[in-house]
Nanobody, 118 residues
Framework: VQLQASGGGLVQPGGSLRLSCAAS????????MGWYRQAPGKQRELVAD???????NYADSVKGRFTISIDNPKNTVYLQMNSLKPEDTAVYYC?????????????WGQGTLVTVSS
């Protein structure tokens, strides 16, 4: 599985950005698509993920501000980020997972930097 992410950049507090991540390769095996982020000096954390049938999961810190969606025909996952805060500044990584009984195979995109600053 190969992932191509885009959409990061610099935005002022309160602004919006949309991240996109397109998957290619063995896409028929993908069960979950999502976004993680890693801020300087911190561990990588889940932001949001979504299953192929549309079940979503969000970190508490982004609930009500971020929306994850999936376009299955395009094998693309989106993260709409509204009301951005400086603490949202991080490198955002696209993730897809292939699930098997007792196993999770993760694939990662190259990371896209989101900077929230005035």
């Amino acid at each position: 599985v190969q992932l191509q992410a885009s959409g990061g950049g610099l935005v002022q507090p309160g602004g919006s950005l949309r991240l996109s991540c397109a998957a290619s390769g063995s896409i028929f095996s993908i069960n979950v698509m999502g976004w993680y982020r890693q801020a300087p000096g911190k561990q990588r954390e889940l932001v949001a993920d979504i299953t192929k049938v549309g079940s979503t999961n969000y970190a508490d810190s982004v609930k009500g501000r971020f929306t994850i969606s999936i376009d299955n025909p395009k094998n693309t996952v989106y993260l709409q980020m509204n009301s951005l805060k400086p603490e949202d500044t991080a490198v955002y990584y696209c993730n897809v997972a292939i699930l098997r009984p007792g196993l999770r195979y993760n694939y990662w995109g190259q990371g896209t930097l989101v900077t929230v600053s005035s």
